[in-house]
C-alpha cells in the first residue's frame, strides 16, 4: 500500500475538530452525572461553532461567523441554561435536586457499550466512505464522523434509561447533524440556518416541559416504568 | 566539529544514551512531581545512587525458587539493551542492526521481558509478587489491541512496520502532524504507555498499595544486584516507551541526520530533554487525577482503544 | 385569490392567541368559527390552483396537490373543533383546572391545526421540514394534556421518536440541498419549483440517499413500519379530538412531505427506484397493521393501528404509479381523513358513554346510543373499504391502478391484507356495538348534540365521496395527478 498523502494543514485541523466532536460523544456514555453530560453537551456545540468558523475563514464564506455566533448563542449557553434550570429544581418532599442524579443506564456495563457504540461508529464510516462527495466545504472525513455521531447518539439514547439522558442525546445528534451540514451544506441561506436553530430552542422548551411533568408524577428521571403500553 | 563517528560507534551509543539517561529521566520525574505537591523531593541523581546501593548488597533467594529466579533480571536487563538497536533513538537514518526487527519485534522483546519477570514473581509463592504479576499479564493483554491498532495505523501511513520511516513521514509536512490519524495514534499510545510505566490513572508509581498494585508488585521479592537489575529495568522501559513516543510520533526532531560527531552528541542530549518533558507532563498527570479503582482499568483501556481505532478508520476509510 | 391563502395561514393563529385569553365557551365558539371558516377557505382554493399555482411572499406555494391536504386537514380541524365543544361539555370539568385546561386545549387545538395547515403551503423543502418538526412538538404537548401516566408514557414516547426520525429527515434535506446546489449554485434556498425544473441534472447517489432519509425519517411521523411504535400509544392516549385530528391529518401531511420528496426523486432518478423504496415500507406497514387489528383491547388503539394500515395502503399506491392509483391515493387522502375523524369520533362518545377505553367494557352500543352508533358502525365499514363509502372508491382505484401497472402480486397481497384488516376491525365492531348489553347499562341516550353533527357531516361527506365526487374536485385530484406523474 502506497504511503498517504498527507490531507494539509486545514483538512487535518477539521479533521481534528470534528474527530473531538465524536469522543465528546463517547464521552458522554461515561458521564454519570447529568449536569456533567450537559456541559459535555456545550463543548460539542462549542466545537461545532469553532469549526464553523475555521470553515468560513478558509472557504470565505462570512455567513458561518454569524452561524458560529448564533450555535454559541443557543447551543452553548441559552439551552443548557434551560437544561440545567430544569435539573436543579427540586423533586416533590424536599427530594434532592435532579441535576445530581446519577443517569440510569442499561444492562450493559461502560466498556462493552463503548465496543458496540465503536462498531456502529464503523458502520458510519463505512456507510459514509461510500457516498460520492465532491465540492464540499469541509473535508469529508468529517461526513464520515458526522454519521458516527448521528448512529453513535442513536446508541447512547438506546442505553440510557432516564428521560434527561435521552434528550441530551436527541440533541447531541442534532449537533452530528449540524455537523453534516457544516460539510455537505455550508452555504445554506443563514437564514434557514437561523430558523432551524430558534426551531431547536422551541423543541428545548417543549421537551423541559414534558420531563418537568415527568419529574412531577413518577418523582424521578427514569423510564423503567413507562412500559404500560404495550402491543 | 567533522570527526565521523563509524556506524557500530553510534550503535553503541544508542545503547549508552538509554542506559544512562534511564534513572536520570526517572529522578526528573519524581523531583518534578515532588515539587508540584509542595515539597522539596528527592535530588535528580537519586535513582544512581540507589542502583549503586544496591548493587553492593547482598542477593537472597526465597527457598523453593529455581534457576528462573535469578536469571530473570539478567534476562529481562537484556532484553531492554536490545530494543534500542531497533528504534530511532540518535539518528534518522536507520542504523544497520535497526533491520533485525520493527514495531512489532520491539513490542514482542518488550513483551519477552515483561513476561521474564513475571514468571519469575510466580515462582516466589509470595502472595503480594504474584498478585501483581497476574494482573500485569491482565493488563497488558487488554491494552495489546490498542497498540496492534496503533502499529496498524503506522504502517497504513508509511507502508513499513519501520519506525524510522514513520518518523521520517512525520517530519515531512505540517500537515503530517495535525491530520487526525496521527493525533490519535499517538494519544493512544500515550495512555498505553501510562499504563505499562505504572503511572497515574493505573497504578501509583511509589508507594505499597497492596490493593491497587500492578507493576510494581512484581520485584517484591528480589533483592540485591538482581533488584537492582529489575529497577534500572523498568526505568530503562520507561525511557524506551517514551523515547518511541518521541523519536517516532510526537516530536521527531533533534535527531542526527549524518554521522559527524558533532550532531550525534546533540542528538545524546536531545534525547533525554525530550523525555524529561514528556516525564513532567506525566508528572502533572500524576499530580492531577485520582488512581482509578482496578475494575475501572478496562474503562480506561477502552478509551485507549477507542482512540486506537479510530485512527485507523479515518486513515483508511476517511482518507485522512 | 392570494388573499384567499394568506387568510387561511392567517385564521388558526388568530384563533390560537385569542382562545388562550377566552373563556372556555367562547373559546369554543371561535375555535368552531375558526375551523369552519378554514375548511370554507381551502375550499376557495379549489377554482384558484386550477390553472396555475398560487406563490406568494417567496415562500409559500399553493398547487393541486397542496389543496387536497388542505382540504383534508381543514375537514378535520372543522369537525373537530365542533366536536371538541361537546367533548369538553360532556366531561364535566368544572372550576380553575377545569379552566386551565379547556383553555390549553383550545388554544393547543388552533396552534396544531394552523401548523397542519401551513405545511402544504411552504414552498421550499426546509421550511418544510421546519412545519412538520412544529407540529411535532404542539402535538406532544395535546397528547400529555389529559395528565395520566399513559398519556406522559405516549407523549414522551411520541416526542422522542418523532423529533429522532425528523433529525433524520432533516438529514434527508440537507442532502437534497447538496444535490440541488451542484447544479443550482451554493445559495439557493431549497425551493420547490427550482429544484423540480433541474431535477434531471441531480447527481444519483446524492438524490437516492436523500429520498431513502426522508422516507425513513418522514416517515416516523407516517407511521410506516418499522418506526411507527410511538402511533397506538400517542393516538389513544391523547384527548379525542386531538386524536382525530392526529390521525386524519398530521399523518396526511407527513406522508405530503414524502409525495414532495417523491416528486423530486423521480424526476432525478425515474419513477422505479422510489416506487421500490415505498413499495417495500407500505407493505410492511400494511402487514403488521392488519396482523395486530385482530387482537386488539383497547379500541382507540385499534383504531390508531387501522391510521397505519391506510397510511401502509397510501405508499403502496404511490408505490404502483398508475394515474389511477395516483387519484385513488390522493381520494384516500381524503376519505380516510373523513373516515378516521368519524370514527374517532364516534369512540370518543363511546368513552363519555361507558367511561372505558377496553372493547370488553363496551357492550350494545347500537341499543344505548340512537345517533352516535349507527354513525360509528358507518365509520368502521367505511374504514374497512365497504360500499357506497369514499375508502372503496379509492382503494378500488388503487387496485385498479396497481393492475394497470403489472404489479398483480402487490395488488393481490393489499386486497388480503385489507381483508384481514377488515376482519380484525369488525370484531371489535360486532362485540361493542351489536351484542346486547348485559350489565347494568347507563342510560339510553347522547351525551351530546354537537358531538353528533360532525360525525354525521363526515359520513355525508364520506357518501358524497364514494358515490359521486363533485367535478371540480376530480378536476383538482387530476391535476394534483399530473403534477405528481411528471415535474412542473
Known amino acids: 500500500m502506497l504511503p498517504v498523502q498527507a490531507p494539509g494543514v486545514y483538512a487535518g485541523g477539521a479533521n481534528v475538530i470534528a474527530v473531538l466532536i465524536l469522543l465528546v460523544e463517547f ?35 462570512p455567513e ?20 440545567r434550570r430544569l435539573l436543579r429544581e427540586t423533586g416533590p418532599a424536599g427530594a434532592p435536586a435532579a441535576g445530581a442524579d446519577i443517569a440510569g443506564s442499561g444492562g450493559l456495563g461502560l466498556a462493552s457499550t463503548v465496543l458496540i457504540a465503536i462498531v456502529v461508529a464503523a458502520f458510519g464510516f463505512f456507510a459514509a466512505g461510500a457516498l460520492p462527495i465532491s465540492r464540499s466545504a469541509a473535508p469529508v472525513t468529517a461526513l464520515s464522523v458526522s454519521l458516527s455521531v448521528v448512529l453513535v447518539a442513536f446508541v447512547l439514547m438506546i442505553q440510557r434509561q ?40 422551541l423543541a428545548v422548551v417543549v421537551f423541559g416541559l414534558l420531563i418537568r411533568m415527568h419529574i412531577g408524577r413518577a418523582e424521578s428521571l427514569s423510564t423503567a416504568d413507562l412500559t404500560s403500553l404495550r402491543g | 566539529m567533522s570527526i565521523l563517528l563509524p556506524i557500530p560507534v553510534v550503535q553503541l551509543l544508542q545503547l549508552v544514551t538509554i542506559a544512562g539517561a534511564a534513572p536520570g529521566v526517572s529522578g526528573v520525574i519524581a523531583r518534578a512531581e515532588a515539587r508540584l505537591q509542595g515539597r522539596r523531593g528527592p535530588r535528580v541523581l537519586q535513582p544512581y545512587y540507589d542502583l549503586a546501593k ?91 489491541p490498542v497498540v496492534l491498532f496503533v502499529v496498524f495505523t503506522v504502517a497504513l501511513l508509511t507502508g513499513t ?96 541526520a549524518t554521522r559527524q560527531a558533532g550532531a550525534v552528541l546533540v542528538a545524546m542530549i536531545a534525547l533525554p530533554a525530550k523525555a524529561c518533558v514528556l516525564g513532567a507532563v506525566v508528572a502533572v498527570i500524576d499530580s492531577s487525577f485520582a488512581k482509578l479503582r482496578l475494575f475501572k482499568i478496562t474503562e480506561f483501556a477502552s478509551a485507549a482503544f477507542l482512540l486506537a481505532v479510530l485512527g485507523v478508520f479515518t486513515l483508511y476509510l476517511g482518507g485522512g | 385569490m392570494d388573499v384567499v391563502a394568506v387568510v387561511l395561514l392567517i385564521v388558526p393563529a388568530a384563533a390560537a392567541i385569542t382562545t388562550f385569553w377566552l373563556p372556555a365557551r367562547a373559546a369554543g365558539a371561535v375555535t368552531a368559527t375558526a375551523g369552519i371558516a378554514s375548511f370554507a377557505l381551502a375550499i376557495a382554493l379549489i377554482p384558484a390552483v386550477s390553472r396555475r399555482d398560487l406563490a406568494l411572499l417567496g415562500f409559500v406555494r399553493i398547487d393541486a396537490l397542496s389543496v387536497v391536504f388542505l382540504l383534508a386537514t381543514g375537514f378535520v380541524y372543522a369537525c373537530a373543533a365542533v366536536y371538541s365543544i361537546g367533548y369538553l361539555q360532556s366531561a364535566g370539568a368544572q372550576g380553575a383546572a377545569g379552566q386551565r385546561y379547556a383553555r390549553r386545549f383550545w388554544a393547543g387545538l388552533n396552534l396544531f391545526a394552523w401548523s397542519m395547515l401551513a405545511a402544504p403551503a411552504m414552498g421550499n423543502l426546509a421550511l418544510l421540514w421546519i412545519a412538520i418538526e412544529v407540529t411535532t412538538i404542539v402535538s406532544a404537548l395535546l397528547v400529555a394534556l389529559e395528565g395520566t401516566d399513559g398519556a406522559a408514557e405516549a407523549a414522551w414516547k411520541y416526542v422522542l421518536l418523532a423529533s429522532a426520525g425528523l433529525a433524520i429527515a432533516l438529514l434527508g434535506t440537507i442532502f437534497a440541498y447538496y444535490a440541488g446546489a451542484h447544479v443550482l449554485g451554493p445559495s439557493y434556498n431549497l425551493a420547490f419549483g427550482p429544484l423540480l425544473r433541474v431535477a434531471g441534472h441531480l447527481p444519483p447517489t446524492a438524490a437516492r440517499l436523500a429520498f431513502v432519509l426522508a422516507v425513513l425519517g418522514f416517515g416516523t411521523k407516517v407511521g410506516l413500519f418499522p418506526v411507527h411504535t410511538w402511533l397506538p400509544d400517542a393516538h389513544s392516549e391523547a384527548p379525542t379530538p386531538v386524536s382525530a385530528l392526529l390521525s386524519g391529518s398530521l399523518l396526511a401531511v407527513s406522508f405530503y412531505a414524502i409525495l414532495r420528496y417523491y416528486q423530486i426523486t423521480a424526476a432525478a432518478l425515474g419513477p422505479r427506484f422510489p416506487r421500490d423504496v415505498l413499495l417495500v415500507f407500505g407493505v410492511a406497514s400494511l402487514l403488521l397493521a392488519a396482523l395486530y387489528l385482530l387482537d386488539q383491547q383497547d379500541y382507540k388503539r385499534l383504531l390508531a393501528y387501522s391510521s397505519v394500515e ?35 369520533m364516534g369512540a370518543g362518545v363511546l368513552v363519555r358513554k361507558f367511561g372505558s377505553k377496553r372493547v370488553s ?128
Open chain 1, 27 to 61: 464521552g458522554m456514555f461515561r458521564q454519570a452525572l447529568l449536569r456533567d453530560q450537559v456541559r459535555l453537551y456545550a463543548s460539542q456545540s462549542a466545537l461545532i461553532a469553532v469549526l464553523a468558523v475555521l470553515v468560513g475563514a478558509v472557504r470565505h464564506l
Open chain 1, 64 to 83: 458561518l461567523y454569524v452561524l458560529a455566533a448564533a450555535t454559541v448563542a443557543l447551543k452553548v449557553v441559552a439551552i443548557p441554561l434551560v437544561l
Open chain 1, 162 to 201: 432516564d428521560v434527561a439522558s435521552q434528550a441530551i442525546g436527541l440533541f447531541s445528534l442534532e449537533n452530528g447533524i449540524s455537523l453534516a451540514a457544516l460539510v455537505v451544506a455550508a452555504s445554506l441561506p443563514l437564514i434557514l440556518e437561523v430558523a432551524l436553530l430558534f426551531d431547536l430552542l
Open chain 2, 54 to 144: 544496591l548493587f553492593r548488597k547482598e542477593a537472597l533467594a526465597p527457598e523453593g525458587a529455581s534457576w528462573v529466579f535469578l536469571a530473570a533480571p539478567v534476562a529481562a536487563a537484556t532484553c531492554y539493551l536490545t530494543v534500542p538497536l531497533l528504534i530511532p533513538v540518535l539518528t534518522t537514518y536507520p542504523l544497520p542492526l535497526g533491520y533485525m526487527g520493527d514495531i512489532l519485534g520491539g513490542g514482542f522483546i518488550l513483551a519477552l521481558a515483561s513476561f521474564l519477570v513475571a514468571v519469575a514473581a510466580l515462582e516466589t509463592g509470595s502472595p503480594y509478587a504474584q498478585l501483581g504479576a497476574s494482573r500485569a499479564k491482565t493488563f497488558a493483554a487488554i491494552t495489546e
Open chain 2, 161 to 256: 512496520d519501520l519506525p524510522y520511516a514513520l518518523a521520517a513521514t512525520v517530519r515531512s509536512s505540517a500537515g503530517q502532524i495535525i491530520r487526525p490519524a496521527h493525533v490519535l495514534a499517538a494519544a493512544a499510545l500515550f495512555m498505553v504507555i501510562l499504563s505499562e510505566t505504572a503511572r497515574i490513572p493505573v497504578e501509583t508509581h511509589t508507594g505499597t498499595n497492596e490493593f491497587g498494585m500492578i507493576e510494581e508488585a512484581r520485584p517484591f521479592e528480589h533483592s540485591g544486584p538482581y533488584f537492582a537489575l529489575l529497577r534500572w529495568g523498568s526505568a530503562a522501559k520507561q525511557l524506551i516507551l517514551y523515547t518511541i513516543l518521541i523519536n517516532v510520533f510526537v516530536a521527531p526532531w533533534g535527531l542526527a
Open chain 3, 310 to 344: 391506510h397510511m401502509g395502503i397510501l405508499a403502496i399506491g404511490v408505490s404502483f404509479g398508475a394515474p389511477v392509483a395516483l387519484a385513488g391515493v390522493l381520494l384516500h387522502v381524503l376519505a380516510h381523513a373523513a373516515a378516521k375523524g368519524n370514527a374517532f
Open chain 3, 361 to 488: 367494557s363496551v357492550t350494545g352500543g347500537l341499543d344505548l346510543l340512537p345517533w352516535s352508533g349507527p354513525l360509528f358502525l358507518a365509520a368502521v365499514l367505511a374504514l374497512s373499504a365497504m360500499p357506497p363509502f369514499g375508502i372503496f372508491r379509492s382503494e378500488f382505484e388503487i387496485v385498479t391502478g396497481g393492475l394497470a401497472a403489472s404489479r398483480n402480486a402487490a395488488a393481490a397481497v393489499l386486497v388480503v391484507l385489507v381483508t384481514v384488516a377488515f376482519l380484525g376491525m369488525s370484531l371489535a365492531a360486532n362485540r361493542m356495538l351489536l351484542t346486547p348489553r348485559r350489565d347494568p347499562a347507563p342510560a339510553r341516550g347522547e351525551p351530546s348534540v354537537w358531538m353528533v353533527v360532525p360525525v354525521a357531516a363526515g359520513v355525508v361527506v364520506l357518501l358524497v365521496l364514494g358515490l359521486h365526487p363533485p367535478g371540480e374536485l376530480t378536476g383538482l385530484l387530476d391535476r394534483a395527478v399530473a403534477a405528481l406523474r411528471e415535474p412542473a
